[in-house]
């Protein structure tokens, strides 16, 4: 692999213990190694580190590699609790994912990479492709979507330019890590065909098209088997059947039995147990209750991994830098340089831009719609704190310590001129940095005093685990009617805003509740945001003003109290150090918004899939609504929704024609479908044309329709352009459970004869070209058996399903 040499020339702290200057012989090294030494490979030295082995009579030393947090930015520990190396803070994964854009999706990772290399990290935590289930798991904002195919697509994107780099992904949490309360012991009960079409699809996409280096294992059990014991999913679907060679690790701290997570296929166990399970581990060798096969091949996957990451002299421009700095310090103006912080912060910010959404844009009573806002005309009023201090990221672990935070504020004083533009902060917002809320002051603000207790929650961090506790507080806290300090905030900015022409509210998600290791409880926004903006909405009746509301969040709120009576909502999601600049240009028509959401945003929480036991009970959680999660339960139930999957909003128009749909090879189910799309409004702007496949008549119950292609077309005033999609026979399958496979396995991917509707659209709900077309049953496959035939044909097998 041909690899970009690093943008340096002053080689900083350079890591000379160990030549790394040969790539790695695996083969070589392996014989040569110790039963002993082969196992210290297969767990970490602490949290970060892989073992490195250097003794006389190797012929090559071992080098440790490094691996850092991701995937929104990097995140290396500086040894103190809590704080990380300067690195820069892209929009986070839901974000990116309505920009429904690969190729900035690849750039934002190679961007991530280069910092990685500079920072001499060999392997980035990231992607997330885990199905949003519900828009309660307080982890939404690090995946991608509700849908497979679109995670999936945007997952081999970011893992194709972080490698393109020179640097490992780890594909996370594999699989069906949809919660996050009791994430390390629940067990999820989900038929076969749920989890290959819906929670093992993105997974699938990303391992056969990109290749990641890793593939982290998830906390959670799957049938009653913890996945990092799984053999199921670690060596039956992810190597046997999808063909994957590269390492499997495990969430940290996510392995219980190292012997047989081992034996199921999990290579290395993160962080290390200072080696007790080492011990263990060749104890069962010793005694002959684990094969030393095992332990070869996964020493040599692990070896592997490592030659991956010191490829050698002749490609790699010189050993990974380390810059070394101590904990706190801010980056030194070369070290900025070395990151590429000025180049990176500018795409962080078109990510920003790209994934901005206008969600709602009305035309007003007196004329046109509040958005685009004129450069030049009357008082605007900027209400909340988050443009002051702007949200652009959750909690946990894929936390990045920003390089730069763009403000809001500032950005929308230098385009509208700072004497048109009045603030006040609206409601209590207390961030300590930008990737920590200052909860302890938040609570006293609102009047609580804490009485300090111990952590409960086993945790690496025992600040995490308090911070933990006081996010619960918060969110608790933000149920309530407004606090006199609360009452006091939203009087000042309704006095504030009292004669703006327009009234500009920054809302959402406080950091408490979105965050690793806790889900939400519920999708409003705080009670004294509610009541902000429905206040700000009846002065806006009173005076006539402009209302236009803001969102940072990383998955759906409910906006009922106010929806009706604003002019204009935008989200941007959680975007990342480069947001206030992106929002203030598409506030004001310097940018036009082309962001569509990835995530159905629904009316209420008891709308939402598999509501009423969302995390199960008693370590439990079934998936009972099967495949019929996001869009795909809605359209089902017809239910209506605030926002459909796939909606957004533009400055201009997009006009849809010319649909054509050819069979290209009915055999093997290969479609060609076209479009043309053109720009009918006066400015230039982006659409993301959709492509729906459906298939009314399956002998299994299938959605109403399935996303099955996208692309983002940008176009000026009056351009058209044609738009292609290329199916293939999956792209019209179903898992069919009961189809003999004849390796004594059941299940496959079956394509029914019978007629499929093709849907070209903006949104999920908003089609504007369809066609149906009939294909053939696919005969390289077993014929279909009917349901009315199925128990006397494989009767046993069918109801027994697989085991770990
Ligand atoms: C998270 C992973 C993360 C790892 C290392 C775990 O708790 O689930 O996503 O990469 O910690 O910080």
């Not at 004669?499 to 979105?514: R, S, Y």
């Not at 690793?516 to 806006?540: G, H, T």
């Not at 082309?594 to 939402?608: C, K, N, Q, V, W």
């Not at 459909?644 to 649909?659: K, R, V």
Request: glycine fraction near 10%; hydrophobic fraction near 40%; charged fraction near 25%.
């Amino acid at each position: 692999m041909a690899l970009p040499p690093l943008d340096v020339d002053t080689a900083l702290d350079v890591d000379t213990a160990l030549d790394v200057d040969t790539a790695l012989d695996v083969d070589t090294v392996l014989a040569e190694l110790t039963l002993e030494e082969k196992v210290s490979l297969l767990s970490g030295v602490d949290d970060w580190f892989t073992q490195a082995i250097d003794r006389p009579g190797l012929t090559q030393a071992v080098p440790s590699i490094e691996v850092g947090d991701g995937p929104h930015g990097l995140r290396k520990e500086t040894g103190v609790d809590m704080m990380w190396v300067p690195a820069t803070g892209f929009p986070t994964a839901s974000a990116m994912g309505a920009s429904w854009d690969r190729d900035l999706v690849r750039r934002v990772a190679a961007a991530i990479g280069e910092e990685a290399r500079a920072e001499g990290v060999q392997v980035v935590l990231g992607p997330g492709v885990n199905m949003k289930r519900s828009p309660l798991c307080g982890r939404n904002f690090e995946y991608f979507s509700e849908d497979p195919f679109h995670s999936g697509e945007l997952g081999a994107a970011y893992v194709t330019g972080l490698q393109s780099t020179g640097v490992g992904a780890s594909l996370k949490h594999y699989a069906a890590n949809n919660q996050e309360i009791e994430r390390t012991r629940i067990s999820v009960v989900a038929d076969d065909r749920t989890l290959r079409e819906t929670y093992l699809a993105a997974f699938e996409r990303v391992v056969r098209q990109a290749d990641p280096w890793t593939v982290m294992c998830s906390y959670n059990r799957i049938h009653g088997i913890h996945a990092s014991e799984n053999r199921w999913l670690l060596t039956e679907v992810l190597r046997e059947e999808w063909g994957y060679q590269g390492a499997v690790v495990s969430d940290w701290n996510a392995v219980h039995d190292r012997v047989a997570a081992l034996r199921a296929g999990l290579d290395l166990e993160m962080p290390g147990t200072e080696g007790r399970t080492d011990a263990e581990v060749v104890a069962a060798v010793r005694a002959g209750n684990l094969d030393e096969a095992v332990v070869d091949a996964a020493a040599r996957r692990v070896l592997t991994l490592v030659a991956r990451a010191y490829p050698g002299v002749d490609v790699v421009d010189g050993p990974v830098m380390h810059l070394g700095h101590a904990a706190g310090d801010r980056l030194t103006d070369e070290q900025l340089r070395l990151l590429k912080a000025d180049e990176h912060h500018a795409l962080a910010r078109e990510a920003a831009a790209a994934s901005i959404t206008l969600l709602r844009n009305d035309a007003r009573p007196a004329g046109g719609p509040a958005l685009p806002l004129g450069q030049n005309g009357g008082r605007i009023a900027v209400i909340g704190a988050f443009a002051e201090h702007a949200r652009i990221q959750g909690g946990g672990s894929s936390g990045v310590d920003p390089t730069r935070v763009d403000v809001p504020l500032e950005e929308i004083r230098a385009i509208a001129g700072a004497g048109r533009v009045s603030y006040a902060p609206g409601y209590v917002h207390l961030p300590k940095n930008a990737y920590q809320d200052d909860n302890v002051a938040t609570l006293a603000a609102h009047g609580i005093t804490l009485v300090e207790e111990r952590p409960k929650v086993a945790r690496r961090s025992a600040t995490l685990a308090k911070e933990l506790q006081l996010a619960e507080a918060v969110q608790h806290l933000a149920k309530a009617q407004p606090s006199d300090t609360a009452r006091r905030l939203i009087d000042e900015a309704l006095t504030a805003a009292q004669d703006a022409e327009t009234i500009i509210v920054f809302a959402g998600l406080p950091l408490a509740f979105e965050q690793e290791a806790n889900d939400r409880a519920s999708l409003a926004l705080p009670e004294e945001q509610n009541v902000l903006i429905a206040e700000l909405a009846e002065l806006r009746d009173r005076t006539g003003a402009a209302l236009v509301i803001v969102l940072a969040n990383g998955s759906p709120v409910t906006m009922e109290p106010w929806h009706d009576s604003v002019d204009s909502i935008v989200e941007c999601g959680l975007g990342g150090q480069g947001v206030g600049a992106a929002i203030a240009r598409a506030l004001f028509g310097l940018a036009n918004p082309s962001g569509r959401i990835a995530e159905t945003y629904p009316l209420a929480i008891e709308d939402t899939p598999g509501f009423p036991n969302w995390h199960g009970e008693r370590g439990v959680v079934l998936y009972g609504e099967g495949v019929f999660i996001g869009y795909r339960w809605y359209d089902a139930l017809r239910r209506r929704v605030l926002y459909p999957f796939g909606h957004g909003l533009s400055y201009t128009s997009f006009g849809y024609a010319d649909l054509s749909v050819e069979i290209v090879d009915a055999a093997v189910g290969r479609v060609r479908v076209t479009c043309r799309v053109t720009n009918e409004g006066s400015r230039a702007g982006a659409e993301i044309v959709q492509l729906y496949v459906g298939d009314p008549d399956a002998e299994v119950s299938r959605p109403v329709r399935e996303l099955r292609g996208f692309e983002k077309v940008h176009l000026e005033p009056g351009e058209s352009a044609e738009v292609g999609f290329d199916l293939d026979g999956r792209d019209f399958a179903y898992w069919d459970v009961a189809a003999d496979r004849g390796d004594d396995r059941l299940g496959l991917w079956r394509r029914e004869a019978g007629e499929f509707i093709v849907e070209v659209g903006a949104s999920s709900q908003d089609i504007r070209l369809e066609h149906t077309i009939s294909l053939p049953d696919d005969a390289s496959i077993p014929g279909l058996v009917r349901d009315a035939d199925l128990q006397g044909v494989v009767a046993s097998r069918f109801t027994q399903g697989h085991a770990g």
